[in-house]
């Protein structure tokens, strides 16, 4: 039982590059969350998905996409990347309003 | 502004003593959690309190809930070196599956 795994785990992009960073989860939850975390800050919600088939959009959603790709999978795609997308991406899932089980995060550094 | 916000931002005691900290939000909630995070680590749920609920206890953590008044606080008794972490918490929104964070307290228990 792994929990959120979340590849990778590092990634350095230049100005431009595109992106995907993965998620799945083994707890059969039927919500996940993508969050940004920046320097001495809380995290940011990106976009979530309620249930499978469904996404919404969090406080930051500008500049990234998603896609729930089944109940365990939820991806996260940056198009075209920016310095200021220099974050720490954290991946959670919960059964719908109970608590969040979360990733170890991916370190996303763009130059 | 984050709709939940901590208070205060850096907390420094020795170990043995008690530490508090409060949570102020703007919105309706459906429920409060507060969740630690180690240094370059990812997000563990401490505990979460439903907003028709006062007070819950957790081992040697408290939890209260004041809606009338949008706050909340965290209590941990006889603190460990073990619990030196940010702690923050995280409203999940009335009517929705957001779950908005707070900036977090850094706590520094000193042996």
């Known amino acids: 039982n792994a929990g959120v795994t979340q590849t990778p785990k590092f990634q350095v992009l230049k100005t431009g590059q595109s992106m995907t960073l993965q998620c799945a989860q083994d707890?059969?939850?039927?919500?996940m969350y993508w969050y940004r975390q920046d320097p001495g800050m809380g995290l940011r919600l990106i976009y979530y998905s309620a249930s499978e088939g469904t996404t919404d959009k969090g406080e930051v959603p500008n500049g990234y996409n998603v896609s729930r790709l089944n109940k365990r999978e939820f991806s996260l795609r940056l198009e075209s990347a920016a310095p200021s997308q220099t974050s720490v991406y954290f991946c959670?899932?919960?059964?719908?309003?109970?608590?969040?089980?979360f990733g170890p995060g991916t370190r996303l550094t763009v130059l | 502004s984050q709709q939940g916000e901590e208070d205060p931002q850096a907390l420094s005691i020795q170990e043995g003593e008690n530490a508090t900290m409060n949570c102020s939000y703007k919105?309706?909630?459906?429920?409060l959690q507060w969740y630690r995070q180690n240094s370059g680590r990812g997000l563990v749920h401490l505990i979460l309190i439903r907003s028709n609920e006062r007070e819950k206890h957790s081992g040697r953590l408290r939890v209260t809930l004041d809606t009338s008044k949008k706050s909340s606080s965290l209590l941990i008794t006889a603190s460990r070196a073990a619990d030196t972490a940010s702690y923050f918490c995280?409203?999940?929104?009335?009517?929705?599956?957001?779950?908005?964070f707070g900036a977090g307290t850094r706590l520094f228990v000193k042996a």
């Open positions: 919105t309706s909630i459906n429920n």
């Open positions: 959670a899932s919960s059964e719908y309003y109970n608590e969040q089980f």
């Open positions: 707890m059969n939850h039927n919500s």
């Open positions: 995280a409203t999940g929104l009335s009517g929705g599956f957001k779950t908005i």
